[in-house]
């Protein structure tokens, strides 16, 4: 510590300027030339709050004014009561809180790392209680802090930064949204060298700079600057045009020059302003002073008047007037000045207009973001709003098959459309008929992978996922998901190859059950006629092969009516009537199967196993962008160079058609609305690897989950569902002919002949039965001489015992002595039975 210099101002005051290494040994100095020469009448100086609070102490001991520079909310509630002699040349900083939530609002930052150098004594100033409260009342809250020491305290101040980079790279993800609270130029120097050097001054993260560092940009260096490129920056603002000031400003200049010939910027910044006010402020007060000190003190603070740094008005102990921040970018080497922030009129063009806007989209467009991006980590260009605060949308832009969600990325204020889209409106629509108020909306594009957009939800920037989104036990730990409405399994797309060398095509044109019940209706017919013709068509004389051969014989020339001779019985037309009507229609369909089977090609998949390709080491497609890929490597067990991505739906059929892939793997629904438009070429294999469906991605607890979840389930029991699919995905012309030649060739089940087979049984059945009454019955007339009453019992037993003969006659010699022995042990018996049976 050392008097640097004694100075006389006006001729009524004079200036001690004391430096000392820490705030401590200033205040100790102060008081011992206070209490040895008695001619200290004002302290001024004191940067922090540390320092404001140990010299304020010595001020109210000697009842001295002590001016600060430091700026703390706390301060400004003890101020006039602990420290009566304290005058902050500063304004509360919940003020400057206020404006960086403004900017996070803005930008609909939710998720805030907080960066601060604590003072000596680990305090903040109140400036992150301050920052906390504004941010919960934007909907943002800090979800992280990177708290240093002070600089001097670190003997390797560099790693022990990046340590805490790294810490910041595991737990968070991007977008990572830092505001720097209160650092020193040593230490924000270090800070953003170090951050550069990790990466986290790229297109994933976004940086916010209080006021502690951005009042100080006009006197740090170029490396200093070009290692913030891209940061946005919070600045006490101060009228640059006046005449006092310019004039300040060339004295200022060549006093520096002089003091500090090598130093190559001279320019003065808020601090050095508020120093000469704060000169003027002491000088005015004690001018033809005879007042005691404590009088100088109320002059003090009664003061008001015009300074460099603005209007020098004070209201307990700090000023009064309502601080204005210019908003800054650093850019380069330098920082351009983008607009202007007040409490009373928000964001605005100039410093003292009225009429603001709440947000700084009006100065989107002249951001520069880091590495020139247009859009910054958790920016989000959505659609314009009609009311502040609305829900925000998040919509994939990279999808494969934009008939799911398609945004037009020329033009983002248009409404996307597609599958997903209507599904969504659909769901709103029901529940405005449930009378479930639905806040207003905007959709927000986003153009990251399906894993990032799920994180946006999770990191609270958007409140709603609404796209081809598969709800995976990974993603479900992190967001909620609705209903699923769109089912999903893992589908191999493969080419096709004609199929024209099938040998048995001829039997596969019926199925096998319409085969056998075809025979067994032909052979039931053939026992049918031979029960009718036997005694008397002369076609049906021999031993019983020969009749069963002519039966045969017989029916079987019905299919075309070409008999060698006629039937003999009325019953035997009728039973042949019926079945050749369902041997017309037997012929007829099969013509027709086999003659479109022949004449239109097979088409049957080139691959449609995955084990061929992992033995073959194949390259297949899949979805970019997606899950799919890591789910081929760990779980289908493919290797990673063998697996290509494939950015849009018609770069899958120029990669079948140059052979770069052999297959692809597509979820369900993606395979669906790549046959709705290709399916002349191409069929999927079914794969037993099933995943959730697609469904809308909430925040965890969200109310609209269970709503959305029973309107999907409300489509889908009312077919809405269906009738979307079919109106986004209706197959083309090609597909829809080669469908119907594929339904045309198709096996043909015998449920189709059912009615007509049960038709021929009932009546072979029926036309069998009543011949055999009838024979019956015209048989015991002719044994009876006409009379049915005389010798009954006696010649029907005669008639059966002729009947079983003749049925005994068509059975193999060993049958007939064992049916025979049978017949004669229990002769009586079964004669009586039989007899009874009559």
Same mark, same amino acid.
């Given at each position: 510590?050392?008097?640097?210099?004694?100075?006389?101002?006006?001729?009524?005051?004079?200036?001690?300027?004391?430096?000392?290494?820490?705030?401590?040994?200033?205040?100790?100095?102060?008081?011992?030339?206070?209490?040895?020469?008695?001619?200290?009448?004002?302290?001024?100086?004191?940067?922090?709050?540390?320092?404001?609070?140990?010299?304020?102490?010595?001020?109210?001991?000697?009842?001295?004014?002590?001016?600060?520079?430091?700026?703390?909310?706390?301060?400004?509630?003890?101020?006039?009561?602990?420290?009566? +002699?304290?005058?902050?040349?500063?304004?509360?900083?919940?003020?400057?809180?206020?404006?960086?939530?403004?900017?996070?609002?803005?930008?609909? @930052?939710?998720?805030?790392?907080?960066?601060? *150098?604590?003072?000596?004594?680990?305090?903040?100033?109140?400036?992150?209680?301050?920052?906390?409260?504004?941010?919960?009342?934007?909907?943002?809250?800090?979800?992280?802090?990177?708290?240093?020491?002070?600089?001097?305290?670190?003997?390797?101040?560099?790693?022990?930064?990046?340590?805490?980079?790294?810490?910041?790279?595991?737990?968070?993800?991007?977008?990572?949204?830092?505001?720097?609270?209160?650092?020193?130029?040593?230490?924000?120097?270090?800070?953003?060298?170090?951050?550069?050097?990790?990466?986290?001054?790229?297109?994933?993260?976004?940086?916010?700079?209080?006021?502690?560092?951005?009042?100080?940009?006009?006197?740090?260096?170029?490396?200093?600057?070009?290692?913030?490129?891209?940061?946005?920056?919070?600045?006490?603002?101060?009228?640059?045009?006046?005449?006092?000031?310019?004039?300040?400003?060339?004295?200022?200049?060549?006093?520096?020059?002089?003091?500090?010939?090598?130093?190559?910027?001279?320019?003065?910044?808020?601090?050095?302003?508020?120093?000469?006010?704060?000169?003027?402020?002491?000088?005015?007060?004690?001018?033809?002073?005879?007042?005691?000190?404590?009088?100088?003190?109320?002059?003090?603070?009664?003061?008001?008047?015009?300074?460099?740094?603005?209007?020098?008005?004070?209201?307990?102990?700090?000023?009064?007037?309502?601080?204005?921040?210019?908003?800054?970018?650093?850019?380069?080497?330098?920082?351009?000045?983008?607009?202007?922030?007040?409490?009373?009129?928000?964001?605005?063009?100039?410093?003292?207009?009225?009429?603001?806007?709440?947000?700084?989209?009006?100065?989107?467009?002249?951001?520069?973001?880091?590495?020139?991006?247009?859009?910054?980590?958790?920016?989000?260009?959505?659609?314009?709003?009609?009311?502040?605060?609305?829900?925000?949308?998040?919509?994939?832009?990279?999808?494969?098959?934009?008939?799911?969600?398609?945004?037009?990325?020329?033009?983002?204020?248009?409404?996307?459309?597609? +599958?997903?889209?209507?599904?969504?409106?659909?769901?709103?629509?029901?529940?405005?008929?449930?009378?479930?108020?639905?806040?207003?909306?905007?959709?927000?594009?986003? *153009?990251? /992978?399906?894993?990032?957009?799920?994180?946006?939800?999770?990191?609270?920037?958007?409140?709603?996922?609404?796209?081809?989104?598969?709800?995976?036990?990974?993603?479900?730990?992190?967001?909620?998901?609705?209903?699923?409405?769109?089912?999903?399994?893992?589908?191999?797309?493969?080419?096709?190859?004609?199929?024209?060398?099938?040998?048995?095509?001829?039997?596969?044109?019926?199925?096998?059950?319409?085969?056998?019940?075809?025979?067994?209706?032909?052979?039931?017919?053939?026992?049918?006629?031979?029960?009718?013709?036997?005694?008397?068509?002369?076609?049906?004389?021999?031993? @019983?092969?020969?009749?069963?051969?002519?039966?045969?014989?017989?029916?079987?020339?019905?299919?075309?009516?070409?008999?060698?001779?006629?039937?003999?019985?009325?019953?035997?037309?009728?039973?042949?009537?019926?079945?050749?009507?369902?041997?017309?229609?037997?012929?007829?369909?099969?013509?027709?199967?086999?003659?479109?089977?022949?004449?239109?090609?097979?088409?049957?998949? *080139?691959?449609?196993?995955?084990?061929?390709?992992?033995?073959?080491?194949?390259?297949?497609?899949?979805?970019?962008?997606?899950?799919? /890929?890591?789910?081929?490597?760990?779980?289908?067990?493919?290797?990673?160079?063998?697996?290509?991505?494939?950015?849009?739906?018609?770069?899958?059929?120029?990669?079948?058609?140059?052979?770069?892939?052999?297959?692809?793997?597509? *979820?369900?629904?993606?395979?669906?609305?790549?046959?709705?438009?290709?399916?002349?070429?191409?069929?999927?294999?079914?794969?037993?690897?099933?995943?959730?469906?697609?469904?809308?991605?909430?925040?965890?607890?969200?109310?609209?989950?269970?709503?959305?979840?029973?309107?999907?389930?409300?489509?889908?029991?009312?077919?809405?569902?269906?009738?979307?699919?079919?109106?986004?995905?209706?197959?083309?012309?090609?597909?829809?002919?080669?469908?119907?030649?594929?339904?045309?060739?198709?096996?043909?089940?015998?449920?189709? +002949?059912?009615?007509?087979?049960?038709?021929?049984?009932?009546?072979?059945?029926?036309?069998?039965?009543?011949?055999?009454?009838?024979?019956?019955?015209?048989?015991?007339?002719?044994?009876?001489?006409?009379?049915?009453?005389?010798?009954?019992?006696?010649?029907?037993?005669?008639?059966?015992?002729?009947?079983?003969?003749?049925?005994?006659?068509?059975?193999?010699?060993?049958?007939?002595?064992?049916?025979?022995?049978?017949?004669?042990?229990?002769?009586?018996?079964?004669?009586?039975?039989?007899?009874?049976?009559?």
């Amino acid at each position: 510590m050392e008097i640097a210099a004694t100075q006389q101002f006006n001729n009524s005051i004079s200036l001690r300027f004391i430096i000392a290494g820490n705030p401590l040994q200033a205040a100790q100095v102060a008081a011992k030339a206070i209490i040895e020469d008695k001619k200290v009448d004002v302290i001024i100086g004191m940067e922090t709050w540390e320092e404001t609070a140990l010299v304020a102490e010595v001020g109210n001991q000697a009842r001295i004014p002590v001016i600060s520079f430091a700026s703390s909310s706390i301060g400004s509630i003890l101020s006039p009561i602990q420290w009566p +002699f304290l005058v902050r040349m500063s304004t509360n900083a919940s003020s400057e809180a206020q404006c960086i939530a403004s900017i996070i609002h803005s930008f609909q @930052w939710r998720r805030i790392i907080v960066i601060y *150098e604590l003072d000596r004594y680990g305090n903040d100033g109140g400036a992150l209680a301050a920052l906390s409260y504004h941010l919960g009342r934007v909907n943002s809250n800090i979800i992280d802090y990177l708290i240093l020491p002070t600089f001097s305290s670190l003997s390797n101040p560099g790693e022990f930064i990046r340590r805490e980079f790294a810490k910041l790279l595991v737990n968070q993800t991007p977008p990572r949204i830092f505001v720097t609270l209160r650092l020193s130029l040593q230490m924000a120097a270090q800070l953003f060298h170090e951050a550069k050097l990790v990466g986290l001054m790229n297109f994933d993260s976004a940086w916010l700079l209080s006021s502690s560092v951005s009042d100080l940009l006009e006197s740090a260096d170029a490396s200093l600057i070009s290692n913030m490129e891209g940061a946005l920056g919070v600045k006490n603002y101060y009228p640059e045009n006046t005449f006092e000031l310019k004039r300040f400003k060339r004295e200022f200049k060549k006093a520096f020059r002089i003091t500090y010939p090598d130093e190559d910027i001279s320019e003065p910044g808020i601090h050095a302003l508020r120093a000469y006010d704060s000169i003027n402020l002491v000088g005015n007060a004690t001018i033809n002073r005879n007042d005691t000190n404590g009088k100088l003190i109320d002059k003090i603070l009664s003061s008001n008047f015009t300074g460099l740094s603005g209007t020098i008005h004070f209201h307990k102990g700090e000023l009064s007037a309502r601080p204005v921040f210019s908003i800054v970018n650093v850019v380069g080497k330098r920082y351009k000045e983008l607009g202007f922030w007040s409490s009373n009129s928000g964001f605005s063009d100039r410093p003292f207009d009225n009429l603001g806007s709440n947000s700084m989209e009006i100065w989107s467009d002249l951001v520069s973001w880091p590495q020139n991006l247009t859009i910054a980590a958790g920016l989000i260009n959505c659609t314009k709003a009609t009311v502040p605060n609305p829900i925000k949308i998040g919509i994939p832009t990279k999808t494969v098959f934009d008939k799911y969600v398609k945004v037009n990325m020329s033009n983002k204020e248009s409404q996307p459309t597609g +599958f997903c889209i209507d599904v969504f409106q659909n769901a709103l629509q029901i529940l405005e008929k449930k009378h479930v108020p639905f806040p207003p909306h905007v959709f927000c594009p986003y *153009e990251g /992978t399906y894993d990032k957009l799920v994180d946006q939800v999770a990191n609270n920037v958007f409140d709603v996922v609404v796209g081809d989104v598969t709800i995976l036990s990974d993603r479900l730990q992190k967001v909620d998901f609705s209903l699923p409405f769109a089912e999903s399994y893992l589908t191999l797309l493969a080419p096709v190859t004609p199929r024209t060398d099938d040998q048995w095509l001829f039997f596969k044109t019926f199925s096998n059950e319409l085969w056998l019940s075809t025979c067994f209706i032909f052979f039931y017919n053939v026992v049918i006629v031979w029960i009718l013709e036997h005694r008397d068509n002369p076609e049906f004389e021999g031993p @019983w092969y020969k009749q069963l051969g002519t039966a045969l014989w017989f029916t079987y020339c019905s299919i075309y009516y070409v008999h060698g001779s006629k039937t003999h019985k009325s019953y035997t037309k009728i039973v042949l009537a019926v079945w050749f009507f369902v041997v017309m229609a037997l012929t007829a369909t099969f013509t027709s199967i086999l003659s479109a089977a022949i004449t239109v090609d097979k088409l049957r998949p *080139e691959v449609t196993d995955v084990e061929w390709l992992r033995e073959h080491n194949s390259t297949v497609g899949c979805d970019e962008g997606s899950f799919m /890929t890591d789910y081929l490597v760990n779980v289908m067990k493919l290797q990673n160079e063998n697996i290509k991505n494939i950015s849009y739906e018609l770069d899958y059929r120029s990669a079948f058609e140059n052979r770069n892939i052999t297959g692809a793997f597509l *979820e369900l629904p993606y395979a669906k609305a790549f046959l709705s438009e290709y399916c002349g070429g191409y069929k999927t294999t079914e794969l037993p690897d099933r995943f959730g469906g697609f469904g809308f991605a909430f925040q965890k607890g969200s109310w609209m989950t269970s709503h959305f979840s029973e309107a999907i389930l409300n489509m889908a029991e009312k077919g809405e569902l269906k009738k979307m699919e079919d109106k986004w995905f209706p197959p083309s012309k090609e597909c829809s002919s080669m469908l119907d030649s594929n339904n045309k060739a198709g096996r043909l089940s015998w449920i189709s +002949f059912q009615g007509l087979y049960l038709i021929s049984i009932v009546t072979s059945s029926a036309c069998c039965l009543i011949f055999t009454i009838r024979r019956l019955l015209l048989h015991c007339r002719e044994a009876c001489g006409g009379n049915l009453g005389l010798g009954l019992r006696e010649k029907t037993r005669d008639y059966w015992n002729r009947f079983w003969s003749r049925l005994v006659s068509f059975l193999p010699p060993s049958v007939k002595r064992t049916f025979r022995g049978f017949r004669k042990e229990h002769k009586n018996s079964f004669d009586t039975s039989t007899n009874d049976q009559v």
